[in-house]
């Protein structure tokens, strides 16, 4: 069985550590690299790296099938800038501001967060097509999360 040892920064996880405090978050995460870091009020910290996959060093393959199948990792994500209430339109009972499939334009709003009881537009990054929805409407998210994608 391979094993790899994971080398943490201290000075990183403190850095974070104070940065949760200043910030009042309860949770922060920084990748560099294949490096994940996350660091959470309840005193967790985790490490990740990528799994081993001795056939795709051998061939020079990077990532396995699986990895990019999830949509954080996706080129097209648009993540959630801020904690809060994603809604798909702008008012109950009306249309959404895209759909599976709509194109848009960079800057053109595809949907809102709600946080603190302020409805945030969260613009296109780019121009291009959307592809895939990943939050229902009403849902909660996350600093971060998935929202959808966009190619």
Same mark, same amino acid.
């Given at each position: 069985m391979f094993s790899r040892k994971i080398e943490l920064d201290p000075a990183l996880i403190e850095e974070l550590s104070r940065l949760l405090e200043a910030?009042?978050?309860?949770?922060?995460e920084v990748q560099h690299g294949n490096q994940r870091v996350r660091v959470s009020r309840g005193g967790t910290v985790m490490a990740a790296a990528p799994a081993f996959n001795p056939a795709a060093v051998a061939a020079g393959a990077v990532p396995a099938p699986e990895?990019?199948?999830?949509?954080?990792?996706?080129?097209? +994500?648009?993540?959630?800038?801020? +904690?809060?209430?994603?809604?798909?339109s702008p008012e109950p009972g009306a249309k959404p501001f895209v759909e599976e499939g709509?194109? +848009?334009?960079?800057?053109?709003? +595809?949907?809102?967060?709600?946080?603190?009881?302020?409805?945030?537009?969260?613009p296109a990054p780019r121009a291009g097509k959307v592809t895939k929805i990943l939050i229902e409407d009403g849902q909660p998210v996350e600093f971060g999360e998935p929202l959808l994608i966009l190619e």
């Open positions: 910030n009042n978050l309860t949770e922060i990895a990019s199948r999830d949509p954080a990792r996706h080129p097209g +994500v648009v993540n959630s800038p801020m +904690v809060g209430t994603a809604y798909l709509t194109q +848009v334009s960079a800057g053109q709003t +595809v949907l809102i967060v709600e946080a603190m009881k302020t409805m945030n537009a969260i």
